[in-house]
């Protein structure tokens, strides 16, 4: 049998943390440690090892935000999702970019809650459904980069949904270098440093269909 995804809890609320603990309990997620503040968290991240942490954004010495990217044990850098009662797309913004993995609300159902680990334990990015809808609302009616052309946006939702090069090329019966080719024209003219901040744009943008999405 595989190795469990190895899951640590940050939140300040007993019961959320009881909650997420019983709701989480399947044959392949295991939630090994819980913290309830900033200095806790930091601390256990000298001590134990995980593949994925779910963070709540308001802790009684901090914000998760000082959390992200996570603190890593022996250099492994975990996968991090927000669960948290903020919908502000600045917040979402502010998480993604600074590393976070997925960012749900909280009343997300227990589904939607362990596919996001396990989404964002195979290295996927994730917003839920909500949202995914308020940020395709906020940015406007089209959801779409009028600058790209529409093979360039037809790549960028491929390497927003985690595809390498060579495997969109196979997709869409390009070479790999021409696909290599679209991404660098995506990235100069979204202004984006990496493939991985482009595709944070497009999951914002609605490029990507809500509550899929990954890198």
């Keep these: 049998m595989p190795d469990k995804i190895r899951v640590l809890l940050i ?3 007993p019961m959320i943390i009881d909650g997420l603990t019983l709701a989480l309990e399947t ?17 256990l991240a000298t001590e134990i ?11 009684p010495d901090g914000s998760g935000l000082s959390l992200i990217p996570f ?19 600045r917040l979402v913004s502010r998480a993604l970019l600074a590393g976070a993995s997925g960012y749900l609300v909280k009343g997300a159902s227990r589904e939607e809650i362990v596919a996001t680990i396990r989404a964002v334990a195979r290295g996927q990015i994730v917003l839920g ?3 995914a809808r308020r940020g395709i609302e ?12 529409e093979r360039e946006e037809e790549v960028l939702a491929l390497v927003a949904d985690g595809r390498d090069n060579p495997a969109i ?11 290599a080719n679209h991404v660098s024209s995506i990235l100069l003219k ?5 493939r991985s901040q482009a595709a944070i744009m497009a999951l914002r943008a609605g490029v990507i269909p809500p509550g899929s999405s990954a890198l």
């Design 138 to 149: 906020s940015f406007g009616s089209s959801g779409r980069f009028p600058q790209l052309t």
């Design 11 to 13: 939140d300040d609320h």
């Design 169 to 179: 090329g196979r997709q869409l019966g390009i070479s790999a270098k021409t696909v």
């Design 71 to 89: 603190p890593a044990s022996g250099g492994r850098v975990p996968a991090i999702v927000v669960l948290t009662l903020a919908e502000d797309q």
């Design 49 to 59: 090892s995980v593949d994925v942490v779910v963070l709540d954004l308001h802790l």
């Design 129 to 131: 459904s909500t949202i």
């Design 190 to 194: 979204l202004g984006a440093a990496d």
């Design 27 to 43: 044959d392949d997620i295991e939630v090994v440690a819980a913290a309830g503040t900033v200095s806790e968290a930091r601390r």
